[in-house]
């Protein structure tokens, strides 16, 4: 958090091309660090059996805290006042308060780290790393989080481009409504989430989770009307509630005993930045080339493709 404060005032005291570079990538290092670390917490503090339920309260408090900035951020900003790049630095001193109550003593790292027991010797680390490179159930849900995230990272700026494009009214007003509104469902229904994960197991949320993203696609494909959009973005709160639980829970439940769960979660975190960097790529190529509703219908392809590898290969990852 003192990274993102650091680089928000570097975004404001030195607005140069070499210098805002530098803090973007602070700011890409604070994302890898900063999920990875809380959900590493969470296992450490209420252990594997209520970690469903945690992550649900954690996705409520985090979407509920992004609704706050995002309003926070657009009145300061419609002001047309400087103070609007201070907003996070201001933030940054609660949260370090919030973040020191946490007493280390009580995390327990064997079940932070996805282990049986705390202390791993040499030989025992060396097997687990090879099981966790022939683990097929997190392969696969490698290979739908990949797919995922190529039709979901440029889904919105399509969105937002396609308004800017057609000059509609207003169009800022219902490009933070397009940010708020799936983040007020997921505040909703992460909690329910986790829940239902233990009630009736991981599989079928997540298959509500990946097939809202095709339908989300299409729909998208079909109109450019801001408030039909903004009504359409509901399903992307459906997804974001429960991939922002079942992500975390389905990595701890096939690297559960291995002591590898945070190397689990790095690895995801860079298929996934992989994913989302190659998104806003191929689909402005088509954009660029055959328009947005093609470009729309591409993004549904590769959802329903990730929907497809999710229902066909990979198990119900909660033990019986």
């Given amino acids: 958090m003192v990274l993102i404060a650091l680089s928000t005032l570097i975004f404001r005291l030195w607005p140069s091309f070499p210098v805002v570079a530098?803090?973007?990538?602070?700011?890409?290092?604070?994302?890898?660090?900063?999920?990875?670390?809380?959900?590493?917490?969470?296992?450490?503090?209420?252990?594997?059996?209520?970690?469903?339920?945690?992550?649900?309260?954690n996705q409520r408090f985090a979407a509920a805290g992004g609704i706050v900035v995002t309003l926070t951020m657009a009145v300061v900003a419609f002001s047309d006042s400087p103070r609007a790049m201070f907003v996070p630095v201001a933030l940054a001193v609660p949260l370090l308060v919030a973040l020191f109550q946490i007493r280390a003593n009580e995390i327990d790292f064997g079940r932070a780290s996805g282990a049986e027991q705390t202390h791993v010797g040499g030989p025992q680390r060396k097997r687990r790393l090879a099981a966790l490179l022939k683990n097929q159930r997190l392969l696969t849900f490698a290979g739908c989080v990949i797919l995922f995230q190529l039709a979901n990272a440029s889904m919105l700026p399509l969105v937002n481009g396609m308004l800017a494009s057609e000059e509609k009214r207003q169009a800022a007003p219902f490009v933070a409504a397009l940010?708020?509104?799936?983040?007020?469902?997921?505040?909703?229904?992460?909690?329910?989430?986790?829940?239902?994960?233990?009630?009736?197991?991981?599989?079928?949320?997540?298959?509500?989770?990946?097939?809202?993203?095709p339908i989300r696609a299409m729909l998208f494909a079909?109109?450019?009307?801001?408030?039909?959009?903004?009504?359409i973005q509901v399903?992307?709160?459906v997804t974001g509630a429960v991939l922002g639980v079942m992500t975390a829970q389905v990595i701890a439940d096939v690297t559960k005993g291995t002591g590898r769960f945070n190397l689990a979660q790095g690895m995801f975190g860079t298929l996934m930045g992989v994913g989302a960097s190659l998104s806003p790529t191929l689909s402005g190529l088509i954009v660029?080339?055959?328009?947005?509703?093609?470009?729309?219908?591409?993004?549904?392809?590769?959802?329903?493709?990730?929907?497809i590898v999710l229902a066909l290969f990979l198990p119900e990852t909660k033990e019986a």
């Fill in 22 to 57: 530098f803090a973007e990538a602070l700011q890409g290092i604070t994302g890898g660090v900063l999920g990875p670390g809380v959900v590493a917490i969470t296992l450490g503090l209420v252990g594997h059996a209520a970690l469903a339920a945690r992550l649900g309260q």
């Fill in 179 to 213: 940010i708020i509104v799936p983040q007020l469902i997921v505040a909703l229904l992460a909690p329910w989430v986790g829940e239902q994960a233990e009630k009736r197991g991981r599989k079928p949320l997540l298959l509500v989770g990946f097939a809202c993203l």
């Fill in 222 to 231: 079909l109109t450019s009307n801001p408030f039909a959009l903004t009504a």
């Fill in 288 to 307: 660029h080339h055959f328009g947005y509703s093609t470009g729309f219908l591409s993004l549904a392809l590769e959802g329903l493709l990730a929907f």
């Fill in 235 to 237: 399903l992307d709160g």
